[in-house]
C-alpha cells in the first residue's frame, strides 16, 4: 500500500475531529504547510542516533513534561522552570548512571488530547470535549468547545515560541542550575522521610556538588560537555492535519520528516493496527514512539513493530510501557521477552504516570508517588531479568508548585490535592516530587551499575 501524508485520511480513526467548515480547514493547513519547520532533519537524526545508543545502554533518556500543554501557560517562568526540573533530574542520573542522558520535552506542542469520550455533559447540554488548544478551548461553552482550524495554527505558533525560548536558554541561561548545592532541596529535612532516605539524599547531593566542582577545574569544556542543554521536544501526534502539514522531504533524503517535533509518539488509544495513526506514522522519518498498555497482546506488538520499523533499524522505534505498578510485574516479562525473542530493536522507555491514575473519593485524579516510583522500579527488574535494556523514562511533571500527586518528601495527603491543582488533564508529579523521584531513579540505578559483589537495595 503506498504511503503519503494523507494516506491516513482513509483509515479509522477513534479519535476524529469534525472540522465543521472543510474551506476554513484547508486554508487554515495551506498557511500551516508553508511556514518554517520547527525543527530539522540534522536535529533528529541525532536524536535517532543517540536512540540507538539507549538501546544499547550507553545513554539514558529522560522525558517529561505537562499531560496536556497550554496556550495559556506558554510563559517564560513555567517554560524555564520546567527545563531546570529536567535538567536537575537528567544530572542526578548522569552521575548515578554513569552515561550520558538524553532529554527529550513534552513541550512545544503537547497540544492534542485523546479523550475517553467525544462528548461532554453539564446540566441538560452536552458538547464536544475538549481535546487539546490544538483543537478547540476548555471552557464549557458551544462556541469554545467548536473544532476550530484556527488553533492549528495557533498551537504552531505557540510551539515556536516555546521552542525559541528553549533554544535561548539552552544556549547559556542555567548556570546556577549546574550547582546542586543552590537547588531548593530544604524539603528532604522532612519528618516523612526516613533518616537513611535522607542521608542518601545528602551524601548524593553533595557528591554531585563534588563531581562538577572537579570537572570545572578541569577546565569549562568538560563542563560544558556534561552540561550541555540539548532538549528535544516531543508529543502526542493526535491530530494527523498538524502532523501531516509539517511533513515533508529534506534534499538528500528519501523518506519525509515531521517537522513539527524531533519525537512525536502514537497513544495507548490510537495504536490499531489498521488506524489513522500507525498508517501516519509508518511513512515517516522521525524515530517515532508508541505507548503500550497492559492489554496489548504480544502478537499486536510484534505486527506493530514489523509496521512502524520493518527494517529493524536501531533508534528508530520507542515502546513506552504504561502498565501501572500492580500490573508491571506479570505483563511487562511477556512483552519483553517476545520482542527480545524476535530479535527486534527496540528501545524501552517506562513511563510509571499512565497505568496509576486513580479518582479520590471526592473525585479528583491522582497519582501517588510509592506508585509511580514502583512501576519504574519494576520494570528496571523485568528488564535485567529479560537481559534487555530500560533505556529511559517518561514522566509528566513540571516546575511548579502544584499538589496533583500524592506523597514525596513534601507529604502531599489527598487533602492537599485542592491546594493547587493546575492540570487540564493529568496529575504531575510537582518540583520537589519530581527531583526526590530524580533521586530514587539514581538510587536504583545505581544498582545495576555496582559491581556484583557491591549490591544491595539497602533499607
Ligand atoms: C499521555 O501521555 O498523556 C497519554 C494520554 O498517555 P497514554 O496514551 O499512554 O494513555
Ligand atoms: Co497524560
Known amino acids: 500500500m503506498t504511503w503519503s501524508p494523507d494516506s491516513w485520511k482513509s483509515k479509522p480513526n477513534t479519535q476524529e475531529f469534525l472540522y465543521e467548515n472543510p474551506a ?88 492534542a488530547k485523546p479523550r475517553s469520550r467525544a462528548t461532554e455533559v453539564r446540566g441538560n447540554l452536552e458538547l464536544p470535549s475538549y481535546f487539546g488548544d490544538l483543537v478547540n478551548r476548555p471552557e464549557f461553552s458551544p462556541e469554545a468547545r467548536r473544532t476550530d482550524p484556527m488553533m492549528l495554527l495557533r498551537g504552531y505558533e505557540h510551539a515556536a515560541l516555546t521552542l525559541n525560548f528553549v533554544r535561548s536558554l539552552s544556549a547559556g541561561g542555567f548556570a546556577d542550575v549546574h550547582h546542586p548545592e543552590y537547588w531548593e532541596l530544604s524539603f528532604f529535612r522532612k519528618a516523612e522521610l526516613s533518616q537513611t532516605l535522607r542521608d542518601e539524599y545528602e551524601q548524593m547531593t553533595r557528591r554531585l556538588s563534588e563531581a562538577i566542582r572537579f570537572m570545572e577545574a578541569l577546565g569549562e569544556n568538560t563542563v560544558e560537555e556534561l552540561t550541555r542543554v ?157 537481559r534487555s535494556t530500560l533505556g529511559g523514562v517518561h514522566f509528566e511533571l513540571t516546575g511548579e508548585d502544584v499538589t496533583e500527586c500524592t506523597g514525596g518528601a513534601a507529604g502531599i495527603t489527598e487533602a492537599d490535592l485542592d491546594k493547587n491543582y493546575a492540570s487540564v488533564c493529568d496529575p504531575r508529579l510537582n518540583y520537589r516530587q519530581a527531583l526526590e523521584m530524580g533521586f530514587r531513579i539514581a538510587r536504583r540505578m545505581r544498582v545495576s551499575t555496582a559491581p556484583e559483589s557491591h549490591r544491595s537495595n539497602g533499607p
Not at 234 to 257: C, D, F, I, M
Not at 260 to 287: C, K, M, S, Y
Not at 303 to 310: G, T
Not at 316 to 340: D, F, H, M, N, Y
Open 24 to 111: 476554513e480547514l484547508d486554508a487554515a493547513l495551506a498557511r500551516l504547510g508553508e511556514l518554517p519547520p520547527l525543527v530539522t532533519s540534522w536535529e533528529i537524526e541525532r536524536l535517532r542516533s543517540y536512540f540507538a545508543e539507549a538501546e544499547q545502554g550507553k545513554r539514558f533518556v529522560i522525558q517529561g513534561g505537562d499531560c496536556a500543554e497550554t496556550i495559556a501557560d506558554c510563559r517564560s517562568d513555567i517554560i524555564a522552570n520546567k527545563l531546570k526540573i529536567l535538567l536537575q533530574m537528567s544530572l542526578v542520573l548522569i552521575h548515578a548512571g554513569h552515561k550520558p542522558v538524553v532529554r527529550v520535552g513534552r513541550f512545544a506542542g503537547q497540544y
Open 230 to 386: 540539548d532538549f528535544f521536544t516531543s508529543h502526542e501526534g493526535l491530530n494527523l492535519h498538524y502532523e501531516a502539514a509539517q511533513t515533508r522531504r529534506v534534499p538528500r533524503r528519501a523518506t519525509p520528516y515531521d517537522l513539527t517535533a524531533h519525537f512525536p509518539w502514537i497513544g495507548e488509544r490510537t495504536r490499531q493496527l489498521d488506524g489513522a495513526h500507525v498508517e501516519f506514522f509508518r511513512g515517516i522519518a522521525n524515530p517515532v514512539g508508541v505507548k503500550v498498555g497492559p492489554s496489548i497482546s504480544e502478537g499486536e506488538l510484534l505486527r506493530l513493530i514489523e509496521v512502524l520499523n520493518p527494517t529493524n533499524e536501531c533508534g528508530k522505534l520507542v515502546l513506552i510501557s504504561r502498565l501501572g505498578a500492580s500490573k508491571v510485574e506479570t505483563q511487562l516479562p511477556r512483552l519483553v521477552g517476545a520482542v527480545r525473542g524476535a530479535g527486534r530493536n527496540v528501545l524501552w522507555m517506562c513511563d510509571p504516570m499512565h497505568g496509576n491514575t486513580h479518582t479520590t473519593a471526592s473525585g479528583v485524579k491522582t497519582r501517588n508517588f510509592d506508585n509511580i516510583l514502583r512501576e519504574v522500579e519494576i520494570s528496571f527488574d523485568v528488564h535485567e531479568t529479560e
